[in-house]
């Protein structure tokens, strides 16, 4: 089982700023690595596959790069909709598996 | 668009069983995987397994073989998901999510998940 683990825990960031969230695969994973939003009480919302490709309707502020086992999710102007809990996930092993989240807080 | 949306919240004693629904529209049913997910209360999502809506073929995590069964109805567009033995730790929100391109196992989009409660 490839393992995930993200980085920070908890990030807080003005309005306007930029928050850079990590992602780290235990082994490679390729490009095969996708980015979800979680609001409390909603359902997870994909953000980027193939590490970097913008899923539909997801607004340029977000940014997803990497491959192999290092993984970043940018987000370059923080808007207060952005407040949520962010998770990274792999599908290039049959087993799939995700990373612990980081929370993003707005300052 | 394309929606899943999933039966109520449900509460069993353990070793109970409890079935879970998806019902899915917007899109080709059969022509996509479904997929379903749990996440236990203040930890982190765990995947449960697939199912190929086409020919109703599963692939299953270890963690659950045995106890887990994903199953489908393609006449009302619907998976379900049974899980036998239920203990206490199975207390979660599952949810189901479909697999938007074959071989490509990401997520898109979520059902709105169903809360299982086990508890004396």
């Known amino acids: 089982e490839i393992l995930m683990m993200q980085s920070p825990g908890t990030l807080s960031v003005s309005p306007g700023e930029r928050a850079t969230l990590s992602c780290r695969a235990s082994q490679s994973v390729s490009t095969k690595l996708a980015w979800y939003k979680v609001k409390p009480g909603q359902a997870p919302r994909l953000l980027i596959y193939g590490a970097s490709t913008r899923a539909t309707d997801i607004p340029a502020r977000f940014s997803g790069s990497g491959s192999g086992t290092e993984f970043t999710l940018t987000i370059s102007s923080l808007q207060s909709e952005d407040s949520a809990i962010y998770y990274c996930q792999q599908y290039n092993n049959w087993v799939l598996t995700f990373g612990g989240g980081t929370k993003v807080e707005i300052k | 668009q394309v929606q899943l949306v999933q039966s109520g919240a449900e509460v069993r004693r353990p070793g109970a069983s409890v079935k879970i629904s998806c019902e899915t529209s917007?899109?080709?049913?059969?022509?996509?995987?479904l997929h379903w997910v749990r996440q236990a209360p203040g930890l982190g999502f765990e995947w449960m397994g697939w199912?190929?809506?086409?020919?109703?073929?599963?692939t299953y995590a270890r963690k659950f073989k045995g106890r887990v069964a994903m199953t489908r109805d393609t006449s009302v567009r619907t998976a379900y998901l049974e899980l036998t033995g239920l203990r206490y730790d199975d207390t979660a929100i599952y949810s189901c999510?479909?697999?938007?391109?074959?071989?490509?196992?990401?997520?898109?989009?979520w059902g709105q998940g169903t809360l299982v409660t086990v508890t004396s």
């Open positions: 917007g899109y080709n049913f059969s022509g996509h995987y």
């Open positions: 199912m190929n809506c086409n020919n109703g073929a599963t």
């Open positions: 999510a479909r697999c938007p391109q074959a071989g490509l196992n990401y997520f898109d989009p």
